[in-house]
């Protein structure tokens, strides 16, 4: 099962929008409504952000939101903070049952 | 509070064995299936290994099939990976996580990992 594909960076300026894409195939993001987001700090281990697609768990803000069109995946993030610098990771359930996760994004708040 | 915590982790040469561990706590192991996760330095997250609720349904990624075994201990609250034959490839952080969702569908709470460095 190939990576997820995801832009190796992207940037914004603080109060502003990103958006992160998640590129898949049919094996996986397009046929499952079981995509997640990661968010890891250096040094820390990963946090969920999103699952199955667009759920929030529990505590986290809702300027954090996910969506899916065809077989690509996208986590947005609204009124960008200093805090929200960190590697975003994807995640999607596969046809072959192991999960498999993208290559990361590394996200830069100017 | 809800936590994992991994212990194990080291140097070992090639073709070398290692065993790590994820204890649980602030909930009960066997309500939950559980996964391992790692991360090579500088490199993406990779999954490694599933283990359902009771330990009877298992399933590894092809890099580490034949070679790794993922068990459980629910009346320790305690998750297990046997690494043997292991390879440079297989330096990483190794984190277990747990698995509300089941099937791997997504991981809530994760252990702050333990790094397995395999070099001569």
């Known amino acids: 099962q190939s990576a997820l594909t995801q832009p190796a960076s992207v940037s914004g300026s603080p109060g502003q929008s990103i958006t992160i894409s998640c590129t898949g195939t049919?094996?996986?993001?397009?046929?499952?409504?079981?995509v997640s987001w990661y968010q890891q700090h250096p040094g820390k281990a990963p946090k969920l952000m999103i699952y199955?697609?667009?759920n929030r768990p529990s505590g986290v803000s809702n300027r954090f939101s996910g969506s899916k069109s065809g077989n690509t995946a996208s986590l947005t993030i609204s009124g960008l903070q200093a805090e929200d610098e960190a590697d975003y990771y994807c995640?999607?359930?596969?046809?072959?049952?192991?999960?498999?996760f993208g290559g990361g994004t590394k996200l830069t708040v100017l | 509070e809800v936590q994992l915590v991994e212990s194990g982790g080291g140097l070992v040469q090639p073709g070398g064995s290692l065993r790590l561990s994820c204890a649980a706590s602030?909930?009960?192991?066997?309500?939950?299936?559980m996964n391992w996760v790692r991360q090579a330095p500088g490199k993406g997250l990779e999954w490694v290994s599933f283990?359902?609720?009771?330990?009877?349904?298992?399933y590894y990624a092809d890099s580490v099939k034949g070679r790794f075994t993922i068990s459980r201990d629910n009346a320790k609250n305690s998750l297990y990976l046997q690494m043997n034959s292991l390879r440079a490839e297989d330096t990483a952080v190794y984190y277990c996580?747990?698995?509300?969702?089941?099937?791997?569908?997504?991981?809530?709470?994760w252990g702050q990992g333990t790094m397995v460095t395999v070099s001569s």
């Open positions: 996580a747990r698995d509300p969702w089941g099937a791997s569908k997504a991981f809530d709470i």
């Open positions: 602030g909930f009960t192991l066997s309500d939950y299936e």
């Open positions: 283990s359902s609720s009771s330990g009877s349904t298992i």
């Open positions: 049919s094996s996986d993001v397009g046929n499952y409504n079981y």
């Open positions: 199955d697609v667009s």
């Open positions: 995640s999607s359930y596969t046809s072959s049952r192991n999960p498999v």
